[in-house]
């Protein structure tokens, strides 16, 4: 099918989404929608599947126009999407998964269900047992079963979102034979990424989203260069690097493993000084987010040892290595870092505890003032603080630090913040660095990691590069390894070895 | 100038509350009055029946104390749960292991020699010693069993009420065969001493007047107060801020506990004089009533668990005077609740604001 | 005891579990869709008065059940209203409910206490009641112990045997992904809850109208079974079956408990009614336990052979309740 799409436009709040995206699909084609996190490719096949409803614009379907206004209508339109997180139901089996959403009569008629199950199935060459759990299956099985439902429902047009992320390598190849054949059954099949790799193997012709705006077009040969460009910017421009003296070596990880229900991280040596600053660069849930939260003490290591100058906290809970002078700086500052319905005075007195059975507000209130002051926060202290702004969130979480530490640990410390704000708090965080306080920094943004960071760590898919001096490295060079390219077959063994 | 702004706005949200919870007040008296008109009873005569049962006589204004008095204490024992983002529904059973305790010192001592003063100070001791145990089995087996505190309250409330009834018929029972009217009443010396010529114990008054003025300052001006607030608002963050989140929970169901237990213990020393089979007279149920209207503030708890405390005693002569049964009050008091809810949930969709969920969000991974 | 004995005994345990089975069930349902009804207790309470009052003035037994049931929707739409359009707390909401229903029925029920009314009689279904032990035990019952096995047969059926019911699983566990296959959640969420709701106000007329005949108030002795019926309701995993084996076994305890009465006269009556409860407790610790993490940790510890016992008898019993219980839907 012939899928259209006219002047895009989606707003959430005040961020721009989507803005006038223009895109026309034909039939048996496979295009690719590249770009970074937040650049937009995820809200623009939701308002195509119907999962949310764009501000402006029109959607054709071999030339008609049509009303999608739920899932329900994208089905019946015969458009289906595959979620990057798959959306089905875990305690449930894979034939109830399947038949489950068909309408027409009272009972799924499970054994005309099973049989064409299986022949979808075998028709991609995939392995699904019609009586498995889904919560017993890989993310890659998940998406095979995912796959198969909707071209069972009459799925002419497949959007797949993000769709290699956690799955192995041969059930990737499988899952790429497997969008071959779909094309060449005439079916539109939109291939979500952000991994260059994949897009250049896979994709007949690729758009380019950021921030946003639909940036440009490419179709094979492509040059990984372009594409990089065109995905973070062509005017990326360095700012001075303030290199921080560093001192002893403060955090050590030994063979450092975690692990969740879909990516694993293995053995990571690394050793941090006083005063240095390590950047985690990597897509969105490539392992960044596991190996800070177990650092943290938040996450339970599943080998390793972690130490913090000479004192072994392994398998210590989050509030022992907080004793000892870690911090931890989540990237949802109202889910995590702070506590809604409480206000500024209330959130130091909490942080500043230090003994005492009474509150003294005076104090406290004093405290808020200072800080406020301080860190240029626009709001009082009896401000509470959902109502701050998410620039003067994250500088209440910075002022609520302690004064002395050893780890900083951040998710995305200027996410969503302007320049000033992001200027602002890179001055403080550097000035902690000068007093002998390492800092770890998870982000997405390229320009942040290779302009603040000393180190920088790449995390794709569960692996980890070692430590890569960040003056030595380009964007061009980072947005290759982010997106799975330039990574050598083997792991960088005798590297990481030699640094830990 | 700016600061005149927000003055003003804040004036105004204040305003704007006030308006609709006084609309949610009204529409519950709206509601109830069309029941009564519906059952063929004069509304009118009925509330003018509950105020003058509640307030007619020194008499009935004293019984409405007596009433206030455990009202007031099991609402600042689950205040305190709330703002640990906890729902000690067991609060009934926490009350009537206060009164069993309490009933068990006493009838241990009662023989001893001790001075009577002492006796009673010592039993009132121990039934806060037994609420607060109560309320930590609850506590335990809602952060170590994972049993929702809603289901394990509920099932010890059952055990309590089991355990009251076997000691009434049991091993406590009156000369010759137990009855529903409990044991044997303690001889008088062993009453929290009261007004001369009325059921009223002052101290039963005071003590719940501290327990109102223990619990403000302890949602307001203590550090623990503070950390109980945020593990209820935010487990995450609190932890993250350095608050041992599971402790905290546990230590909040404790006090609950004591401030139960006290009320179970003056239901036997200052009200009944022994152990009867209701002895929490739903207190805790009511209590968890009155915290949900005063939204965690400990002060406005005095008059509204007054107000309550007079509907329950009010209505006590409804079946007197009306036939009308005395469950009115729980109707009333029930529909104000309600409606203060879904007033609230209406003023949120109608000014849709950012709804924050009322519910702790849950924290295996952070509760290590 | 005889054999005829028990059996008319055991007879009597599938009749009087039948209220509770239709609570139990009522609830399985709205939880499945995501809604806890913690009003149960008060809504048992206020259809059994309603039930008796409606079938006592109209002498009608069909009109009485049908009152249970509009009474059981009717709380039940105001506990969804509250939590899927106005956002209030379930829990909140229902506890209140609990509490005014139980003192509605109390109030609204004064003229009907101790009055007497239509009762339901026992139906012995022709040919089968005649047929030896299973005749005795399963077909000499009342219309409404037979409706509740069939309850249980076709809630079963219903939630995962047919189309829409295993819809139903799906948004009780996982809303969005009900969404994306072009549910509406939330009115969806409406309707079971509404079902759910009114199979619930079955309970109070099968036992105002049957299992205890009658209104008597305050005495009725029927405050307390709503909270019991919730916590059978996670003993039975979501699941009607296993819920059914919840409900009969609670029967039964009662049942012993006052077989066993003759046998100890030193302990008294009450206490045996109530044993249930504490099982009831240390049951619902064993269905949980398995999700706590010291558990999990401890068991780590252990050696491979009894780690491996303790294991699978944990899982066994465990249950995890809808991942999306009490939690909002909303679809952008």
């Given amino acids: ?419 000033e704000s992001t200027i602002y708090i890179w001055s403080k965080l550097k000035e902690r660095c000068g007093q002998g306080t390492s800092i770890l920094f998870v982000s997405s943004d390229l320009e942040e990691i290779l302009q603040y960071s000393d180190r920088v760590l790449v995390f794709f898919n569960g692996r980890v590069s070692p430590p890569l001096e960040a003056a030595e490295m380009n964007t061009d060079r980072l947005g290759e390894l982010i997106g799975g390219k330039g990574w050598p077959e083997e792991e960088w063994v005798e590297e990481m070895t030699a640094d830990g | 100038m700016a600061k005149n702004t927000a003055a003003s706005r804040r004036r ?297 405390a007079a509907l329950n005693i009010g209505s006590v002569h409804l079946p007197i005077v009306l036939k009308l049964d005395s469950s009115l009050s729980g109707v009333l008091q029930g529909l104000l609740v309600l409606l203060v809810l879904m007033v609230e949930g209406a003023r949120q969709r109608l000014m849709s604001r950012k709804i924050i969920p009322a519910e702790p969000a849950s924290g295996e991974e952070v509760q290590s | 005891m005889t054999t005829e004995q028990i059996l008319v005994g055991l007879a009597s345990v599938l009749a009087a579990a039948a209220p509770v089975m239709f609570a139990v069930i009522g609830e399985t349902i709205s939880e499945r869709a995501g809604v806890i009804n913690l009003s149960m207790n008060g809504t048992i309470l206020l259809s059994a008065m309603g039930g008796f009052a409606v079938a006592m003035t109209s002498d009608s037994l069909l009109l009485g059940f049908l009152g249970g049931m509009v009474i059981g929707a009717l709380v039940a739409l105001v506990v969804a209203f509250s939590s899927i359009t106005l956002h209030q707390s379930q829990v909140a909401v229902g506890f209140v409910l609990a509490i005014i229903c139980r003192d509605l029925a109390y109030f609204l029920g004064n003229p009907y206490v101790a009055q007497s009314g239509p009762r339901l009689n026992t139906a012995p279904v022709p040919g089968l009641a005649a047929v030896p032990y299973l005749g005795t035990l399963l077909f000499n019952q009342t219309l409404v112990t037979y409706l509740s096995f069939g309850v249980i047969l076709l809630a079963w059926l219903w939630i995962y045997k047919t189309r829409p019911g295993l819809m139903l699983q799906g948004i009780g566990e996982r809303p969005a992904a009900a969404f994306v296959r072009g549910t509406n959640v939330n009115a969806m969420r409406y309707l079971y809850t509404i079902l759910g709701g009114a199979i619930i106000g079955l309970a109070g007329p099968s036992y105002s109208l049957s299992v205890k005949a009658g209104w008597m108030g305050t005495i009725s002795g029927l405050d307390g079974i709503g909270w019991i019926a919730l916590a059978i309701t996670i003993f039975g995993g979501w699941n009607p079956l296993r819920a059914a084996f919840g409900a009969y076994l609670f029967a039964l305890l009662q049942w012993l408990g006052l077989v066993l009465q003759s046998s100890l006269p030193n302990v008294p009556s009450q206490v045996l009614q109530v044993a249930p409860f504490p099982l009831m407790i240390l049951t619902l610790l064993l269905v949980n336990i398995g999700n706590a993490e010291w558990v999990a940790r401890t068991l780590a510890a252990l050696p491979a052979g009894p780690r491996r016992v303790v294991t699978r008898l944990l899982r066994a019993l465990r249950a995890s309740p809808p991942a999306a219980l009490g939690v909002p839907f909303e679809s952008e």
């Avoid at chain 1, 040596?269 to 800070?292: D, H, P, T, W, Y």
Wanted: proline share 4%; hydrophobic share 50%; aromatic share 8%.
């Fill in chain 1, 1 to 419: 099918m012939d899928v259209e799409l006219r002047d895009i436009h989606k707003t959430f709040g005040k961020v721009r989404a989507n803005v006038g995206i223009r895109l026309h699909v034909p039939a048996g084609t496979i295009q690719g929608i590249l770009g970074e996190n937040g650049a937009g490719k995820s809200t623009l096949m939701k308002v195509l599947s119907g999962f949310i409803h764009a501000d402006q614009g029109a959607i054709l379907l071999d030339g008609r126009p049509v009303v999608i206004h739920s899932p329900a209508d994208a089905i019946r339109a015969g458009i289906g999407m595959l979620h990057q997180d798959p959306l089905d139901f875990p305690p449930m089996r894979v034939i109830d998964n399947f038949v489950m959403a068909r309408g027409g009569s009272l009972f799924p008629g499970r054994a005309a269900a099973r049989r064409d199950l299986k022949k979808l199935a075998a028709q991609f060459g995939f392995a699904l047992d019609p009586d498995a759990y889904v919560d017993s299956l890989t993310v890659g099985e998940r998406q095979q079963l995912e796959i198969v439902r909707l071209l069972w429902l009459g799925a002419r047009v497949l959007i797949f979102d993000e769709p290699t992320t956690g799955i192995s390598a041969a059930q990737k190849e499988r899952l790429f034979a497997a969008l071959r054949l779909l094309a060449d059954q005439d079916k539109t099949v939109l291939f979500v990424s952000h991994k260059l790799e994949d897009v250049e193997g896979l994709c007949d012709r690729v758009v380019v989203l950021r921030q946003g705006y639909l940036v440009g077009e490419a179709r094979p040969p492509y040059t990984t260069r372009q594409l990089v460009e065109m995905m973070f910017g062509k005017a990326i421009s360095i700012g001075k690097r303030v290199p921080c003296a560093v001192g002893e070596t403060s955090l050590r990880l030994r063979n450092l493993s975690v692990e969740d229900y879909r990516l694993k991280v293995r053995g990571v040596n690394l050793a941090v000084r006083a005063g240095e600053v390590i950047g985690l660069a990597g897509m969105e849930g490539s392992g960044q987010g596991l190996f800070m939260r177990a650092v943290a003490g938040l996450l339970r290591t599943t080998g390793g040892r972690i130490s913090l100058d000479g004192r072994n906290l392994t398998g210590r809970s989050h509030l022992v290595s907080k004793r000892h002078g870690v911090a931890f700086l989540p990237a949802s500052r109202l889910e995590e870092g702070l506590v809604p319905g409480l206000d500024l005075t209330e959130h130091f007195v909490l942080a500043e505890k230090k003994g005492g059975f009474f509150i003294d507000w005076e104090g406290g209130r004093a405290l808020a003032e200072e800080r406020i002051a301080e860190f240029n926060i626009r709001g009082t202290p009896a401000s509470h603080v959902e109502a701050l702004s998410g620039g003067n969130q994250q500088r209440a979480l910075l002022a609520l630090l302690r004064v002395s530490l050893r780890l900083l640990l951040l998710e995305h410390p200027t996410r969503g913040l302007d320049i």
């Fill in chain 2, 12 to 308: 105004k949200t204040i305003w704007i509350n006030v308006s609709f919870q006084s609309a949610a007040f009204v529409l519950a008296l709206l509601l109830t009055t069309v029941m009564l008109l519906a059952v063929g009873a004069p509304p009118f005569q009925a509330y003018r029946s509950i105020l003058v049962g509640a307030f007619g006589s020194v008499g009935d204004i004293f019984d409405t104390l007596i009433a206030w008095a455990p009202l007031l204490l099991t609402t600042m024992g689950v205040l305190i749960t709330f703002s640990a983002g906890l729902w000690n529904i067991g609060i009934e059973g926490q009350v009537t292991l206060g009164a069993i305790f309490t009933t068990w010192i006493l009838r241990l001592l009662q023989e001893s020699g001790l001075p009577p003063w002492l006796i009673i100070v010592l039993g009132i001791l121990a039934g806060i010693v037994g609420g607060a145990l109560w309320a930590s089995l609850a506590g335990v087996l809602k952060t170590f069993g994972g049993v929702n505190e809603i289901f394990g309250g509920l099932g010890l409330n059952f055990v309590a009420t089991a355990l009251t009834l076997w000691l009434i018929f049991g091993p406590w029972k009156r000369p010759g065969t137990g009855s529903m009217s409990g044991t044997l009443p303690f001889p008088e010396e062993l009453w929290l001493p009261a007004i001369p010529g009325f059921r009223l114990s002052p101290w039963a008054l005071v003590l719940s007047f501290i327990a109102v003025v223990v619990v403000y300052f302890l949602l307001r001006g203590t550090h623990f107060g503070l950390r109980l607030k945020a593990v209820g608002k935010n487990m995450r963050a609190a932890y993250l801020l350095g608050v041992p989140t599971w402790q905290h929970m546990l230590a909040s169901f404790l006090l609950c506990g004591v401030f139960a237990g006290l009320a179970g213990a003056l239901q036997v020393t200052a009200v009944y004089h022994r152990l009867i089979p209701s002895i929490s007279s739903n207190y805790g149920f009511t209590g968890l009533l009155v915290a949900m209207l005063v939204n965690f503030h400990a002060l406005w708890a005095v008059p509204v668990a007054l107000f309550f």
